[in-house]
């Protein structure tokens, strides 16, 4: 899961990753760190709440390595994102949260990317265009969106904010825009 996105249109959007020190809140299977490692970042901590997902992340790990005959520092933790508010994980070039920094209140995201602002000077972040989570969360699509994300950015310590769109929708009708925010 992910490397077609990688492929096809992330890779394109993401800062120079060569020799950084990324921490990707919500790695899920840890395919995007291992993408984001085999396009050149030094090391990557994945901060992931499902146990299942980062047990699946070592395994990914290994087959990539396998497959690279090369291995790949990425350090899968079990735990919430909220976690970092608590934690020292030290300073990083970049932190990513691809597709779920809204799974989070509103309130709890301000905290998060506060926080990140302090931890490195960029964001990366992915927003959903479409109904995700709507059944379940009625205000997801709102926290999801670009707009709102983007805003989120400017208020809460990245004063400078890219938008990329992709050109097609995924199957679910969906669009996964990417936001960069930089720090001045």
């Known amino acids: 899961s992910g490397t077609g996105r990688w492929k ?16 990707d809140l919500g790695s899920n299977n840890g395919c995007m760190p291992l993408m984001m490692l085999r396009a050149g970042a030094r ?8 146990h299942h997902y980062v047990e ?8 990539f390595e396998w497959r690279d005959l090369r291995s790949y520092n990425f350090l899968p933790k079990a735990g919430n994102m909220l976690d970092i508010l608590e934690s020292d994980y030290g300073s990083f070039d970049l932190v990513t949260a691809l597709c779920t920094l ?23 972040i992915q927003a959903v265009e479409g109904k995700v989570g709507a059944q ?10 670009a707009e709102f994300l983007g805003q989120l950015l400017r208020n809460n310590g990245f004063s400078q904010v890219s938008v990329y769109e ?19």
């Open 56 to 63: 699946q992340s070592q395994i990914i790990k290994d087959v």
């Open 102 to 124: 809204y799974y989070l209140s509103e309130d709890e995201m301000a905290k998060v990317v506060t926080h990140v602002s302090h931890l490195s000077p960029k964001i990366v």
């Open 136 to 145: 379940t969360d009625p205000d997801k699509p709102r926290r999801a969106s």
């Open 166 to 184: 992709p050109q097609t929708f995924d199957p679910r009708g969906t669009k996964r825009p990417i936001l960069v925010g930089r720090r001045s």
């Open 8 to 23: 096809h249109f992330m890779r394109e959007q993401m800062p120079d990753l060569k020799d950084k020190r990324i921490l």
């Open 43 to 50: 090391e990557v901590l994945g901060i992931e709440i499902s």
